[in-house]
Structures are given as structure tokens and as C-alpha cells.
């Protein structure tokens, strides 16, 4: 079983930056990509990036390309996504999940495991 937990959301004015960490634990090494999410109150959930186990790949949203980077440090099992240029759209609770899969997958129901998500708010 793999554990994903996030952290790294909070409150942060429009033109601001956060970074937001998922920790992977458990049988983290079955993963062979990590993505990230977000839901937005009366959305559905949104793909937003995703990445190679190894780190080399990457693979955005057409909505977050050049404001949001997604990015993996091997040795704390840990995965990034570095969000900047913040706008109050972007408000939603910001999940990560992983897979097993040979391709990039972007849609939620391709992820095996999930965070708890971390929420992020951006005001005006």
C-alpha cells in the first residue's frame, strides 16, 4: 500500500507563490508517476501536472503551463509542484495520486493512490 500525504497549501495573495510537497511512503517504489490535482468547490477534479518516477518527464495542463512546475527529489520520495503567478481561480484543495502505469496518465480515475489534499486559497 502507498501513503501520500501533501502539505505545503495555505492562504497567499493573487500574484503570490506557494509549493506544495507530496510524500510518498509504503510500497512508493510500485509508483511509476505522481500527478497532481485540484477541485475546486462545485468542480470536478482537474488535472495539473504529472511526472516520471525517475523525474526526467513531465507533462502539464494546458491552464497551468509556465505558472506551475512539477518536479521529484528521488531522495527524500518526495514530489513538488512550485505554483506561481497565483490567481483567485486557482482556489481548490490541490491532491496528489500515483500510479502504475507505462504512459502519463491525466485523468483521476487512471491513479491508484491519493493524498488528503491540502487546500489553497488565493485572495483578490
Known amino acids: 500500500q502507498v501513503q501520500l500525504v501533501e502539505s505545503g497549501g495555505g492562504l497567499v495573495q493573487a500574484g503570490g507563490s506557494l509549493r506544495l510537497s507530496c510524500a510518498a511512503s509504503g510500497r512508493a517504489a510500485s509508483l511509476t508517476t505522481i500527478g497532481w490535482f485540484r477541485q475546486a468547490p462545485g468542480k470536478e477534479r482537474e488535472f495539473l501536472a504529472v511526472?516520471?518516477?525517475?523525474?526526467?518527464?513531465?507533462v502539464y495542463a494546458d491552464s497551468v503551463k509556465g505558472r506551475f512546475t512539477i518536479s521529484r527529489d528521488k531522495s527524500k520520495n518526495t514530489v513538488y509542484l512550485q505554483m506561481n503567478t497565483l490567481e483567485p481561480e486557482d482556489t481548490a484543495v490541490y491532491y496528489c495520486a500515483g500510479a502504475s502505469v507505462t504512459y502519463y496518465p491525466t485523468l483521476p480515475q487512471e491513479y491508484d493512490s491519493w493524498g488528503q489534499g491540502t487546500r489553497v486559497t488565493v485572495s483578490s
Open positions: 511526472v516520471s518516477i525517475s523525474g526526467d518527464t513531465t
